[in-house]
């Protein structure tokens, strides 16, 4: 059974890092682009990253502060998040890109706060 699951969340004060980790079960997703998300209760989910053979896009407003990779020998997407915001308090979640209904894990929580 496929599964992604996503951990490396936690509390950090403005300007911290974290290191998200996406560790999925089959080798599938080395062949499929990969995307981290978030969402803050009562809005939508929103596409933060995507990596497409080897080519990461960003939303602007994370550019210049999270960077998407994977290691496709360890089935792992990782998110690499530097001079965080309190708006990038939210659940992160990875999945495929474009999203996998079934792929939806229970994500991380992520909290900037000071």
């Known amino acids: 059974q496929v599964q992604l699951v996503e951990s490396g969340g936690g509390l950090v004060q403005p300007g911290g890092s974290l290191r998200l980790s996406c560790a999925a079960s089959?080798?599938?997703?080395?062949?499929?682009?990969m995307g981290w998300y978030r969402q803050v209760p009562g809005k939508e989910r929103e596409l933060v990253a995507s990596?497409?053979?080897?080519?990461?896009i960003y939303t602007d407003s994370v550019k210049g502060r999270f960077t998407i990779s994977r290691d496709n020998a360890k089935n792992t997407v990782y998110l690499q998040m530097d001079s965080l915001k309190p708006e990038d308090t939210a659940v992160y979640h990875c999945?495929?890109?474009?999203?996998?209904?079934?792929?939806w894990g229970q994500g991380t929580q992520v909290t900037v706060s000071s």
């Open positions: 999945n495929t890109h474009p999203p996998r209904k079934n792929y």
């Open positions: 089959g080798s599938i997703f080395r062949l499929l682009p």
């Open positions: 990596i497409t053979r080897g080519v990461p």
